[in-house]
């Protein structure tokens, strides 16, 4: 890939997403009212063969997406993300029309709408949509396994992978950094035997 392809798609997915929310953002924070709802795609949320630069640029959007809704939340302006399945020119290359009728654009309006609507207090949230369905999307996080900070090796890692890895134990869904640190921090309060 060359440097100008990586570049031309984050100009216009992310810096794209960049410049409109900028132009709105003062405005909504003035009115104490706003609705931005950010475009990501299957390939940012679970990436795609062949599409690093737009998988990863579909994946920030959603981290924009994130920041925003924390920025914005106390003066009710709301951020989301929807990630459709839709008939495109980008689909026509590799489904057939048949299946392209399934997914029509327009089974993804009443999800946008209902995101922009004032009675709606979603927020740093992401859905999938497209063919009439909707749904939403999470972190989870495995239960994890804590190391004596002295003596963690790969080789103890290693040693721990299953824990480290499984949902089948206790697993939690986090929505910010600061949930990961009082994990942390509550392990490391924990008087020692």
Same mark, same amino acid.
């Given at each position: *890939? %060359?440097?100008?392809?990586?570049?031309?798609?984050?100009?216009?997915?992310?810096?794209?997403?960049?410049?409109?929310?900028?132009?709105?953002?003062?405005? *909504?924070?003035?009115?104490? $009212?706003?609705?931005?709802?950010?475009?990501?795609?299957?390939?940012?949320?679970?990436?795609?063969?062949?599409?690093?630069?737009?998988?990863?640029?579909?994946?920030?959007?959603?981290?924009?997406?994130?920041?925003?809704?924390?920025?914005?939340? %106390?003066?009710?302006?709301?951020?989301?993300?929807?990630?459709?399945?839709?008939?495109?020119? *980008?689909?026509?290359?590799?489904?057939?029309?048949?299946?392209?009728?399934?997914?029509?654009?327009?089974?993804?309006?009443?999800?946008?709408?209902?995101?922009?609507?004032?009675?709606?207090?979603?927020?740093?949230?992401?859905?999938?949509?497209?063919?009439?369905?909707?749904?939403?999307?999470?972190?989870?996080?495995?239960?994890?396994?804590?190391?004596?900070?002295?003596?963690?090796?790969?080789?103890?890692?290693?040693?721990?992978?299953?824990?480290?890895?499984? $949902?089948?134990? %206790?697993?939690?869904?986090?929505?910010?950094?600061?949930?990961?640190?009082?994990?942390? *921090?509550? $392990?490391?309060?924990?008087? %020692?035997?």
């Amino acid at each position: *890939m %060359k440097d100008e392809d990586w570049n031309l798609i984050f100009k216009v997915h992310v810096y794209g997403a960049y410049s409109c929310s900028r132009a709105a953002w003062n405005i *909504m924070r003035e009115q104490g $009212f706003g609705r931005i709802v950010n475009t990501s795609s299957a390939a940012g949320l679970f990436g795609s063969f062949g599409q690093v630069n737009y998988s990863a640029a579909k994946l920030a959007l959603h981290g924009f997406t994130q920041a925003l809704a924390k920025e914005g939340e %106390k003066r009710n302006i709301r951020v989301n993300t929807i990630a459709p399945l839709a008939a495109s020119r *980008m689909l026509e290359t590799v489904m057939p029309p048949d299946v392209l009728k399934l997914v029509n654009p327009s089974l993804v309006v009443p999800l946008v709408a209902y995101l922009c609507h004032e009675s709606c207090t979603e927020n740093g949230s992401v859905f999938e949509v497209g063919g009439g369905f909707v749904a939403k999307l999470r972190w989870q996080r495995t239960e994890g396994a804590f190391f004596d900070p002295n003596a963690m090796t790969p080789e103890t890692v290693a040693k721990e992978w299953k824990n480290i890895t499984s $949902f089948d134990r %206790k697993s939690d869904y986090p929505l910010s950094g600061n949930d990961t640190f009082g994990r942390i *921090m509550e $392990f490391r309060e924990k008087p %020692k035997l």
